[in-house]
């Protein structure tokens, strides 16, 4: 196995994350019969768009770099405030 061929795995290995997040999404929602976006969508974009950020950096590829590294952002940001709701509402009374 050459290094090109390792580089391709991990690139497409990568992708297959990011596109499953789609898959996850979409069982949900038809599970709920309306749009849902479960929390394992955004693990699956941070994984996957961090594994892609680094096959684009072995690339050298800035157009690809860019778009990964600002996503990456995006999902990190949605994981804090998910896990932030979920914490108030941890904490807060419940009410009966």
Do not use: C
Request: glycine share 8%.
């Amino acid at each position: 196995m050459t290094t090109e061929t390792l580089w391709l795995g991990i690139g497409f290995f990568g992708q297959a994350l990011f596109f499953g997040r789609w898959v996850v999404q979409w069982i949900a929602s038809e599970r709920n019969a309306e749009s849902r976006v479960p929390v394992s969508f955004w693990y699956m974009s941070l994984i996957g768009g961090l594994i892609t950020l680094t096959y684009a950096i072995y690339r050298m590829d800035p157009v690809f770099i860019s778009g990964q590294a600002i996503g990456s952002v995006v999902y990190v940001r949605n994981l804090v405030l998910i896990h932030r709701a979920d914490q108030t509402k941890s904490q807060s009374p419940s009410q009966t």
